[in-house]
């Protein structure tokens, strides 16, 4: 039962324009939000993350937007650059679930010259 | 030091080896965790420990043993394992308590199970 979903398994996009990542849940218990991004061989890394709370954290070039009403939140990436090539997770956790993060299966980006 | 490191990169092993997977962190988390992350998959939590105490173990087989030693290191002791257990295994800490849950990942162990 997957409980975050990112229905585009990728994303081509041209260089210097906006990447818009999208992420759908269906538990309304989660309640922070997290996107990490991942290079071949590497561990995700930490990229921004929204409290519930709040409808938009903005950070640099990354900006991550949450409609709770519709469980759905967009990560921003203005502009495109090709280091952020990569593939790109979107997770949600509960406060009543502590340490369990729940995953998307994950978009694959890739920004063109 | 924000760094989470993993040995080995690369692991091959037959169903009836016995080996360890280490992990470490210098970042003073007391929260650290294994993950298995299958091809084109997302990772899958496995084990939790919070203060060098197990605290979820989500359903994984007896196969998979986790040990922490100290705060800083988290194994992961693998016997009789099958070929489907074949993945890349993320080790992951996060500070205990935090209002976020931002974790900090390692490049992982590719474990292939021949």
Same mark, same amino acid.
């Given at each position: ?10 994303l081509?996009?041209q ?15 989660f ?5 990490? *991004? ?8 930490f ?8 409808? *938009?954290?903005?950070d ?12 759905h !939140?967009s !990560? ?13 997770f979107?997770?949600?956790s ?6 369990? !993060?729940q ?11 | ?15 009836t080896?016995k080996?360890?997977?280490k992990?470490?962190q ?7 965790y294994?993950?298995?992350q299958k091809?084109k ?10 203060y060098?105490?197990?605290?979820? %173990? ?8 986790p040990?922490?030693? %100290? ?17 890349l295994?993320?080790?992951?800490s996060?500070?205990?308590g935090?209002? %976020? %849950? ?13």
């Open positions: 039962d997957q409980q975050v979903k990112q229905n585009s398994p990728s081509s996009v260089e210097g324009r906006i990447s818009i990542l999208n992420c759908d849940y269906t538990n309304s218990m309640d922070y939000f997290l996107w990490y *991004k991942k290079y071949p061989a590497e561990g995700p890394t990229l921004i993350s929204i409290s519930s709370i709040k409808d *938009k954290n903005e640099g070039r990354f900006t991550v937007f949450l409609n709770k009403s519709a469980k !939140l !990560l921003h990436i203005v502009p495109s650059q090709p280091g952020d090539s990569a593939v790109y979107c997770a949600a509960a406060s009543d679930s502590w340490g369990k !993060l995953f998307g299966a994950g978009t694959q980006v890739v920004v063109t010259p | 030091d924000t760094e989470v490191t993993q040995t080995p990169k690369h692991l091959v092993m037959g169903m080896n080996k360890s997977l992990c470490e210098h970042m003073g988390h007391r929260a650290m294994w993950y298995k091809a998959k997302p990772p899958e939590l496995m084990f939790v420990y919070s060098e105490k197990l605290s979820i %173990n989500e359903s994984v087989p007896s196969r998979f043993s040990e922490c030693p %100290n705060s800083s290191l988290l194994n992961l002791h693998l016997h009789a394992l099958q070929p489907e257990d074949s993945a295994y993320l080790c992951a996060s500070q205990e935090s209002s %976020n %849950n931002e974790q900090f990942f390692g490049p992982g162990t590719r474990l292939t199970v021949l």
